[in-house]
């Protein structure tokens, strides 16, 4: 297993994006800048959902109608932020996976996060009707909340302990 | 002033405590995420051509209270960081235009939001509504991207 891994980061490494991005001085900013923006609307078009289904804030629309109304972007920004992170990945991966925090960032959080938010986009129409009956919606709203926040602290824990140090 | 500010007892503190610091860290991001998704999403609503069932006030209702929100903590956590370097970040360039940039598109985003209700009931988008969220797209973007480049280009950060 741990072979095979160590294989893959360095096949990885020397693909021709991976070699690029890693020998190029302005690629590296730029690609993070692609993975922030990205985020910016994956994220936030997720956590918006989830506190209207947390009760808080404005109610002037739905959980349901906010869920379906920021649906496309909502991917479209996951999709950006996918590519852009696999690019940083690609430039430095075998110093990646040499660190605790992005580990637990790539193998644990961000598995668990996405699963659990398309849990909570495929429930949100259910949840939104049931509102007044069942904190369920509430619940897992705060946790889908949690564990984006999560996946953000291990992030800026791998980029504060030095993991990949750019010239 | 900046360097006063830098060498303030309760800045060193900060800076010396690397969990201080992350945790400022991550309050930044998750913050500067929120805000600026929340203005984008509203931005490319406006732009949406195909989209026939507009809802635009009320998705602009519902978004705004998160934006400012996001924006507050964003600016308080981003202070804070500034401050364990205030005399270094003071002096550089990309800081200050980071910092203009982002002074434009508050006021980008507040003249959009002022206006949407009145777009939303008009039976064609207006032209100068989209320029202006296609400005404000660009700007908070441009923020982000002159954010990352600080640490590549001054060593800051």
């Known amino acids: 297993m741990h072979e095979t891994l160590q294989a893959f980061v360095k096949w990885l490494e020397n693909t021709p994006w991976g070699v690029a991005v890693r020998g190029s001085s302005w690629m590296y900013p730029i690609i993070e800048w692609v993975h922030f923006s990205g985020l910016s609307v994956g994220l936030g078009s997720s956590v918006v959902v989830d506190l209207r289904l947390m009760g808080e804030g404005r109610r002037r629309m739905s959980a349901a109608q906010l869920s379906d109304s920021l649906f496309a972007w909502n991917w479209i920004g996951f999709c950006v932020a996918f590519l852009g992170g696999f690019l940083l990945f690609s430039a430095d991966a075998t110093t990646y996976v040499s660190n605790t925090g992005f580990c637990v960032k790539l193998g644990v959080l961000t598995p668990l996060a996405l699963i659990w938010h398309v849990v909570v986009q495929k429930k949100t129409p259910a949840w939104t009707h049931a509102e007044e009956k069942s904190a369920i919606g509430k619940w897992a709203g705060l946790v889908e909340f949690l564990l984006w926040i999560s996946v953000i602290s291990a992030s800026v824990y791998f980029l504060l302990t030095n993991a990949v140090t750019h010239p | ?157």
């Open chain 2, 1 to 157: 002033m900046w360097e006063t500010l830098q060498h303030a007892e309760w800045v060193a503190t900060l800076a010396e405590s690397r969990w201080l610091y992350g945790l400022i860290s991550v309050v930044h991001y998750c913050s500067l995420f929120f805000c600026v998704g929340t203005i984008v999403l509203l931005d490319l609503r406006i732009l949406d051509i195909a989209n026939h069932n507009r809802a635009l006030a009320a998705l602009a209702e519902q978004l705004r209270p998160s934006t400012w929100i996001g924006f507050g903590f964003a600016m308080v956590s981003g202070f804070l960081l500034f401050a364990t370097e205030a005399g270094d970040y003071a002096a550089v360039t990309p800081f200050r235009v980071k910092m203009l940039i982002i002074v434009m598109a508050v006021i980008f985003t507040l003249i959009v939001q002022w206006n949407v209700a009145k777009w939303d009931r008009a039976p064609v988008m207006p032209i100068a509504a989209k320029l202006l969220a296609v400005a404000s797209i660009v700007l908070w973007l441009g923020a982000i991207l002159v954010g990352v480049e600080i640490a590549p280009i001054t060593g800051l950060g």
